[in-house]
């Protein structure tokens, strides 16, 4: 991928038209070179590329309706254009094409693609198709910064300015899936070291604040194994116990229950006794009739009883004889009913007044129950005692898991650096390439030999570093020096891997902000091999530089003539944007 062009819908951003073929120099020149846009165009590029968020001079109100594209050209000769509006809660489009265009005009229905941030870079990533060794690249941002380095990111080769304040593992992962060491071990290792990190921090604040030691393991297993006998030991006691009380019904509630059969069942006799006292009266009354009696009556009223009517009456007589004998049967037999039943509830009364004496006079032995009591005590305490302990021996368990755990990650980080170790002792193709390229860009830039040294430091953590190793040369020291070489160690790095993958789906463009500033002019024309190079194995190289800090005449020529795209200067018309500084 290569940048082709970078334009919008504003006429205060002049079209910059990159050769994807050659060097792209973008000069400042005049008086006040220094605050003209060289920076702030690599920023608009990065945002363009998909950044999420949006860099902070396009905050300011005068962008608000300003419309980017970037044009990029790709391996296939094919075109992918991106459009970046400033406005706020604006979708991004994608427009694939066959040839260089201008789209700033055209409608949202012609783009193949409008969507949010995470459909468009998933839709972009597929276009792009990036790989490295054979391997997918999904998070081509990670990358894209060793290509489009802006001022910031020449204090280190390896690690950007981004990476500084996050974990090695971040750029350490980057940078070797570039040099061609797997990444995956790499990350890997970082995830079981910071696994790792997390069990030995539990272990040493349950030892710090539980005194936990491997051999309290057994002690507290067979302490837990004494209070279970001793629970069991305790209920059984209590359940004989409670079965003894049980066996006897022992308790208040039977007592009232008691109380209640004794109170019914007397109530029930009172009742029964008046009944055989009405009984009993009844059969002692005769139910008679005198029939002489009956006609002196009459004759005191002057009335004569015919015969018919004495023979009727004589009838009654009988039949209420008759009644009588049956109603005396019927009454002996309740009366022998009730004597029965009375007899009965007599026989139970003593029973149930007898069972609540004894219950009375078990309820009120204190010493009994306290014994019950205590039981029931002991028991609670037991088991709580029991939960303790449990948990205790549960924490003991986890932190000999834990020490199992870390012991296990422990072997399985050693195989992964060990594999490692493997593969920076016995490099492949591309890591030999790389570091080859690296001496070579070394010798022509510095004029010395430095080398792309690879290793595991103490702790097993990769390191990447560069030496020079040309004992001829005593460096200078300065805070000069080390910057310069810094920068072109940057540089020569940029370089290495761009020329590695010149033949694989990947960034075949570098893009440098201010290689050139304060640098000592031993070293130009070193660099300026190296761009050659560069063109002559089809990448593009951009740069951009005060004219001034040009001081080869020659190569100055070129920039402001074969090489130059843009020329930038301190007033509103020669500005990256042609209007005053925001």
């Known amino acids: 991928m290569k940048l082709s062009k970078l334009y919008s819908s504003d006429s205060r951003f002049e079209a910059i038209i990159f050769n994807t073929n050659n060097i792209n120099a973008i000069l400042a020149t005049g008086e006040r070179p220094h605050s003209v ?30 419309v980017f594209y970037l044009e990029l050209e790709l391996a296939d000769n094919s075109y992918i254009t991106i459009r970046r509006k400033v406005k706020k809660r604006t979708k991004i489009a994608i427009k694939v094409h066959n040839a260089k265009t201008d789209l700033s005009t055209l409608e949202d229905t012609e783009f193949d693609i409008i969507d949010g941030y995470d459909n468009v870079l998933t839709f972009f990533k597929e276009k792009i198709d990036f790989e490295l060794n054979g391997k997918k690249i999904n998070k081509y941002r990670n990358y894209l910064n060793y290509f489009l380095r802006d001022k910031d990111d020449f204090s280190h080769p390896f690690m950007l300015n981004k990476y500084k304040r996050g974990k090695d593992v971040e750029w350490k992962t980057i940078v070797a899936s570039m040099v061609g060491l797997d990444d995956t071990i790499v990350r890997k290792k970082y995830n079981l070291e910071k696994e790792i990190e997390k069990l030995e921090s539990e272990i040493s604040s349950l030892e710090n604040n539980s005194n936990f030691s491997l051999s309290d393991i057994e002690v507290v297993k067979e302490t837990l194994l004494l209070l279970e006998a001793e629970l069991n030991e305790k209920e059984t006691l209590y359940k004989n116990f409670d079965f003894y009380l049980k066996e006897h019904h022992i308790n208040k509630e039977l007592v009232s229950e008691v109380e209640a059969i004794v109170a019914e069942l007397n109530k029930e006799r009172y009742s029964l006794n008046k009944k055989q006292q009405l009984i009993e009266k009844s059969l002692m009354k005769e139910q008679e009739i ?112 834990k020490l199992k755990r870390v012991k296990l990650l422990n072997k399985r980080r050693d195989r992964l650096v060990v594999k490692l170790n493997h593969s920076i002792k016995t490099p492949n193709d591309i890591l030999l390439s790389i570091k080859e390229t690296f001496k070579r860009l070394s010798r022509l830039v510095l004029g010395v030999d430095a080398i792309l040294n690879i290793a595991l430091n103490s702790s097993d953590n990769l390191v990447f570093e560069t030496k020079v190793i040309d004992t001829a040369v005593v460096l200078d020291n300065s805070k000069e020096e080390g910057e310069a070489y810094s920068r072109m160690f940057c540089f020569i790095f ?89």
């Open 290 to 401: 005198d029939l002489k009696k009956v006609q002196k009556l009459f004759n005191e009223v002057n009335i004569n009883l015919s015969d018919m009517l004495i023979k009727s009456y004589e009838d009654v007589i009988e039949f209420n004889d008759k009644i009588t004998k049956d109603r005396e049967l019927y009454l002996q037999a309740e009366h022998s009913r009730i004597e029965q039943r009375l007899s009965e509830i007599d026989e139970i009364l003593i029973l149930e007044n007898s069972k609540r004496k004894e219950l009375l006079s078990v309820l009120t032995d204190t010493d009994t129950f306290s014994k019950f009591k205590k039981i029931e005590q002991e028991i609670v305490t037991i088991k709580t005692n029991i939960s303790l302990v449990e948990e205790k021996y549960r924490k003991l368990r986890e932190y000999k898991c």
């Open 494 to 582: 940029d370089a290495s891997i761009g020329l590695t993958y010149k033949n694989q789906k990947f960034f075949h463009f570098i893009a440098h902000d201010g290689l050139f500033d304060n640098l000592g002019k031993e070293y130009k024309k070193g660099i300026m091999s190296v761009l050659n190079l560069l063109v002559e194995n089809g990448l593009q190289y951009i740069f951009t530089s005060i004219e001034d800090e040009i001081d080869d005449e020659e190569f100055l020529e070129l920039c402001k003539s074969e090489y130059l795209i843009k020329e930038l200067a301190d007033t509103n018309e020669q500005r990256l944007f042609k209007m005053d500084t925001f």
């Open 37 to 66: 846009g060289k920076t702030t165009l690599f920023k608009l590029i990065d945002y363009c590329l998909i950044k999420k968020s949006k860099p902070k001079f396009l905050e300011a109100s005068v962008f608000e309706d300003f």
